[in-house]
């Protein structure tokens, strides 16, 4: 398959395409990639492929917890988090942020709360929901910085089960900016760019993917 460029301007934390006939200059790095991207939100059926994890999404969205290469998970835009026979607490940290067209945005509870609800959405293509299904939607607690859901307890099934999910940490692995999304097709948006539906760039990472040129990068 052809190879494409892909830029990533470290000045400003930028991620764009530029044509591989143009040479790279100043503060600008280009990388060959094996294939492209059909979209960016790598949680629909469309996207879920490794390559439009490593052109963006990777380095632009963040979660709850990381996995290391090691396998050990640790936290990232928490502070703390625990697991019980009832449900999960997380402890936003304080100094979470998004980036969102060059505003600093708190993360809250209501990105996570966005994002459960998104992903256990029956309506939306969503590849796998494991973890986020043990979850009930509907159910949540907040007070300031922390956030506690509840495990589901009726209407089990071997798609949507019930009770604590052993793997806790995978879940909110990375989180949905719901301050950006409002009237954001989920199974659509991000074909291009990881925005708000103003078609700003939104970011919880150390970069953000402002735009993306099939063919080109």
Not at 19 to 37: D, K, M
Request: aromatic content about 12%.
């Amino acid at each position: 398959m052809r190879g494409l460029s892909v830029s990533v301007v470290l000045a400003a934390a930028l991620l764009i395409g530029i044509s591989s006939a143009h040479p790279a200059t100043g503060r600008v790095l280009v990388v060959g990639a094996e294939q492209g991207s059909a979209g960016f939100n790598t949680r629909v059926a469309c996207c879920g492929d490794q390559w439009s994890s490593w052109l963006g999404a990777e380095e632009a969205l963040r979660g709850a917890f990381v996995q290391t290469p090691n396998g050990r998970w640790v936290p990232q835009l928490v502070s703390s988090a625990t697991a019980n026979a009832k449900g999960i607490t997380y402890t936003i940290k304080p100094d979470a942020f998004w980036y969102w067209g060059g505003k600093r945005v708190p993360v809250t509870y209501a990105d996570f709360v966005y994002t459960l609800q998104q992903i256990d959405n029956p309506n939306n293509e969503v590849v796998d929901r494991s973890g986020y299904a043990n979850l009930d939607p509907t159910r949540f607690t907040h007070s300031g910085n922390r956030v506690t859901f509840f495990w589901k307890t009726k209407e089990c099934t071997d798609v949507s089960p019930c009770g604590p999910y052993g793997n806790w940490q995978s879940i909110f692995s990375s989180l949905y900016p719901s301050f950006a999304l409002h009237g954001a097709a989920f199974d659509s948006m991000w074909a291009t760019c990881i925005c708000g539906s103003d078609g700003q760039p939104v970011s919880d990472g150390p970069y953000y993917l402002a735009s993306y040129t099939p063919g080109v990068g």
